[in-house]
């Protein structure tokens, strides 16, 4: 036998385990996560939407954006600008404090559908591509899915206190149902 082998007999077993305990993630290391993810993408659908709103950022307010609904085929162009302009802000702003988050998220989803389908599928990659509202609404969806964690004003609503993930679901379901009937008046 050579010495190695011997060696290696002999030597006390070392411990190969790990304790998971030990190496995960502290609740607030996930909540301050969930927190930036929340600001991130509320700041910027709240931004969105004052640009449908009233022009800022660049945007082209209620006329221009209006103008450019009804081009790509829905009714009533201006009303229907002053919805996503709605509901961009107030759920973006919602989103970002963590406020009836799951309703929230699902309203910046069936938004981001709608602006998926309009944009169509020609391409993935910006500039004409839907990788920046597929990302928008994966993240819309992801947040709705775990909830706002514990900095947030939810931490208040008592219903919404310890998100469940049928809440996220209802929601996102709703998101879905809503903006296929927006969709469906479209031409």
Same mark, same amino acid.
């Given at each position: 036998?050579? &010495?190695?082998?011997?060696?290696?007999? /002999?030597?006390?077993?070392?411990? /190969? *385990?790990? &304790?998971?305990?030990?190496? =995960?993630?502290?609740?607030?290391?996930? &909540?301050?996560?969930?927190? +930036?993810?929340?600001?991130?993408? @509320?700041?910027?659908?709240?931004?969105?939407?004052?640009? $449908?709103?009233?022009?800022?950022?660049?945007?082209? @307010?209620?006329?221009? *954006?209006?103008?450019?609904? /009804?081009? $790509?085929?829905?009714?009533?162009?201006?009303?229907?600008?002053?919805?996503?302009?709605?509901?961009?802000?107030?759920?973006?702003?919602?989103?970002?404090?963590?406020?009836?988050?799951?309703?929230?998220?699902?309203?910046?989803?069936?938004?981001?559908?709608?602006?998926?389908?309009? $944009?169509?599928?020609?391409?993935?990659?910006?500039? $004409?591509?839907?990788?920046?509202? +597929? +990302?928008?609404?994966?993240? =819309?969806?992801?947040?709705?899915?775990?909830?706002?964690?514990?900095?947030?004003?939810?931490?208040?609503?008592?219903?919404?206190?310890?998100?469940?993930?049928?809440?996220?679901?209802?929601?996102?379901?709703?998101?879905?149902?809503? =903006?296929?009937?927006?969709?469906?008046?479209?031409?």
């Amino acid at each position: 036998m050579t &010495d190695t082998a011997t060696a290696a007999r /002999t030597a006390p077993a070392v411990e /190969t *385990t790990i &304790d998971p305990a030990a190496h =995960a993630a502290t609740p607030h290391a996930y &909540d301050a996560g969930l927190l +930036l993810l929340r600001i991130a993408l @509320g700041l910027t659908m709240a931004a969105h939407g004052a640009q $449908k709103l009233f022009g800022w950022f660049g945007g082209g @307010g209620l006329d221009g *954006t209006g103008k450019y609904f /009804t081009a $790509k085929g829905y009714p009533a162009g201006e009303a229907m600008a002053a919805v996503a302009g709605v509901t961009e802000t107030f759920g973006g702003l919602a989103l970002a404090v963590g406020l009836l988050t799951p309703l929230a998220g699902a309203a910046v989803v069936g938004t981001m559908l709608n602006a998926l389908a309009v $944009k169509g599928t020609g391409a993935f990659f910006a500039p $004409k591509g839907v990788e920046y509202e +597929l +990302l928008l609404t994966a993240v =819309a969806a992801a947040i709705t899915l775990t909830g706002p964690g514990r900095y947030a004003i939810d931490r208040f609503v008592p219903v919404f206190r310890s998100h469940r993930l049928v809440y996220g679901l209802a929601a996102i379901v709703l998101a879905v149902l809503a =903006a296929g009937a927006v969709l469906l008046v479209r031409s």
